[in-house]
Each structure stands twice: as structure tokens, then as C-alpha cells.
């Protein structure tokens, strides 16, 4: 029986031990995701000895990779939910940030250094199950002007199973995701005229080898982040943006955007030190602009800072979540 692509869903848990699996019921599979793609993607060791013809022998499969790709909207707490843990939660954990909770007050994510955690996906696809373990990614958020922020999830891990197993009948947000519209935008200083803008944390994943393992893998590790931000704003006087004195400076300065809808939810993206690094001559509908391209560096020497997305309400003052960001503890 076929089987119809745009019937699908996705379920994901934080793994009490990395690399073994969760239970998944219809509560971790309330995200709605775009466009995933699961495929598994084992190694071949290619057979290749030297005997008295020319034909090839058979390959044999290897440790058992798997990959995941999909978008999702970034979607803050609806206004009498703010605290409390959201769908994307597990995908943006396993992606090396952490989750703060202010209970009617904020969500706060950060980047991590230590202590990472893993996720159990599952893709159902119309009544077909893959399941992949011990998964961590990268994730890279992109903004366009009329849309969603939308979070890019590229996610590697080990497979586990596959099978015909019944869809999950979850009970999906009734939040809306914030339009990248009316939107609140310093950078470097400045408010320039923009279409697209990109942070891409730049993950390195790396698949830890285990022999134990029937798959050959013990569990994607993060072994480390160079985040940049790329964008596409309108040339304009030296006066008013200098972008070329700024590319040859190694001075940083911040860039904050602030979203938010009419009924008072908000998320901010913060990140404190940011430089040009690289800046190219480009057109958008016969107006000039710069395609730049950004490093987004640590803020202190403590790191961990050079990011943080706080979803709150537009009421709630930035000490209140200054505050919430270090008496609340990570969702697990």
C-alpha cells in the first residue's frame, strides 16, 4: 500500500542514558515539523581482495548511522504558559542548549559546554516507524521577513528499528508561531534594512564509535561550535553604517532582535559580541546590499554566552528574566 508523504509525524525524548532508548507516546510527538527527511545511511566496507578475475564481491554493511533533517517554528508558550517545557524543547537540547524555566514568566535558552544530552527520534510515515538513538545535531534559525522564525534541525544518531507501527494521535499546540514582522533589530549598533537573516551555531557532531553496540555506535557526541550570523542588508551611507570600517575592526558590539504578537508574547534573541568577517557585494530587486557574514562570539571570559533566546512577555522586565535565567532549573 502506498504510503502519503505529507502524512507523517515526529516524536522525540531527552535519553535518561545516551544512546539507549525512551518510550515515545503521543505527548513527545506534538511538534510540527516540516519537511522531515529520516534516512538510515550505514557504512559499506567495500570487499576488495585481489583473486583471479575482476568481479566484485558483496560489501558488508557497517555501523549503522542515521540522519535526520526537518524544520520547525520557533514557537514561544502561549501567554498563561510561559515555564513551561515546549515541543522543540528535546530537538534544541540534543542541539547543545539548555532550557531555563520561570513558571509564568520566561523560557530561557543558552548554549552548553558540558554535561550534553541526547534524544530518541522517531519518524512515522503513514503507518512506517524509524526509530534513531543517542541523536545530537546542529540547529541554525533562520529568519525572512513575512514568515516564521523557523529553527533548521540537522540531527545525526544510531539506528534502532523499523517497522509498521500505528501513527500517534497527539494533541498539537494551540500556539501560533510569531511573524518575522514589526520586529525590534540592532546590529552593531545600528537598524539596517534586511530580508534574511541566519544564525547557525556551527555544531561539530561527531559518532562515537562502540563495538559493543549491535549498531557499531555508542552516541553522537558534540565536540564542539563556531556559530556565525549571515544576513542581507541594504547598502547605505558610511555615516550611517560604516560596514567596511567595521570588517576591518576586531572590535564586537550586539545584535538583539525582539519579535512579538498582540497578545503580548515575545522572544528575544540576544548576542552580545558580534563582528564582520566577511562582507560581498549583492542586488535585491536593483537596491545594493551587502551579503554579510558574522562571527557570534563569547561575551565573557565564562563563555557560554554568545546566545541567548528568552521567550517571555513583552510586560516582563529584562531583570525578571535575568533573574528567572538563574534560580530556574533545565527540563529534562
Not at 559493543?212 to 550570523?229: C, F
Amino acid at each position: 500500500m502506498s504510503k502519503i508523504t505529507r502524512v507523517a509525524q515526529l516524536a522525540g525524548k531527552i535519553e535518561s542514558v545516551s544512546g539507549t532508548a525512551e518510550s515515545l507516546t503521543a505527548s513527545e510527538a506534538t511538534l510540527l515539523a516540516y519537511e522531515p527527511v529520516m534516512n538510515l545511511a550505514p557504512e559499506q566496507f567495500k570487499r576488495d581482495p585481489v583473486v583471479k578475475h575482476m568481479s566484485r564481491f558483496q560489501s558488508e554493511p557497517g555501523a549503522r548511522k542515521m540522519d535526520l533533517t526537518f524544520k520547525a517554528e520557533l514557537m514561544g508558550p502561549l501567554s498563561g504558559a510561559k515555564g513551561v517545557t515546549l515541543p522543540i524543547t528535546p530537538y534544541l537540547r540534543a542541539c547543545g542548549f539548555s532550557e531555563s524555566l520561570s513558571g509564568g514568566v520566561s523560557n530561557i535558552y543558552v548554549p552548553v559546554s558540558s554535561s550534553f544530552v541526547t534524544a530518541t527520534i522517531a519518524k512515522y510515515q503513514d503507518g512506517v516507524r524509524k526509530l534513531m538513538l543517542g541523536c545530537a545535531g546542529n540547529v541554525k534559525f533562520q529568519f525572512k521577513v513575512g514568515e516564521p522564525v523557523f529553527c533548521d534541525f540537522t540531527m545525526q544518531g544510531k539506528y534502532s528499528s523499523h517497522g509498521d507501527v500505528s501513527m500517534l494521535s497527539p494533541s498539537y499546540p494551540a500556539q501560533v508561531p510569531l511573524m518575522f514582522m514589526g520586529a525590534t533589530i540592532s546590529i552593531l549598533g545600528d537598524t539596517l534594512v534586511l530580508d534574511n537573516l541566519e544564525i547557525d551555531m556551527q555544531n561539530e557532531i561527531v559518532l562515537s564509535p562502540l563495538p559493543s553496540d549491535v549498531s557499531g555506535i555508542d552516541y553522537a557526541k558534540i565536540t564542539g561550535r563556531n556559530p556565525i550570523m549571515t544576513f542581507d542588508p541594504e547598502m547605505t551611507a558610511v555615516s550611517s553604517h560604516d560596514f567596511y570600517s567595521k570588517l576591518l575592526s576586531r572590535a564586537t558590539a550586539a545584535v538583539t532582535i525582539t519579535i512579538g504578537d498582540i497578545n503580548s508574547n515575545k522572544i528575544m534573541f540576544s548576542l552580545p559580541a558580534v563582528r564582520y568577517t566577511g562582507l560581498g557585494e549583492g542586488d535585491r530587486g536593483g537596491i545594493a546590499i551587502q551579503n554579510a557574514t558574522c562571527e557570534v562570539c563569547k561575551n565573557s571570559d565564562a563563555g557560554n554566552d554568545e546566545i541567548s533566546i528568552t521567550m517571555t512577555s513583552s510586560s516582563s522586565s529584562s531583570s525578571s528574566m535575568s533573574s528567572s535565567s538563574s534560580s530556574s532549573s533545565s527540563s529534562t
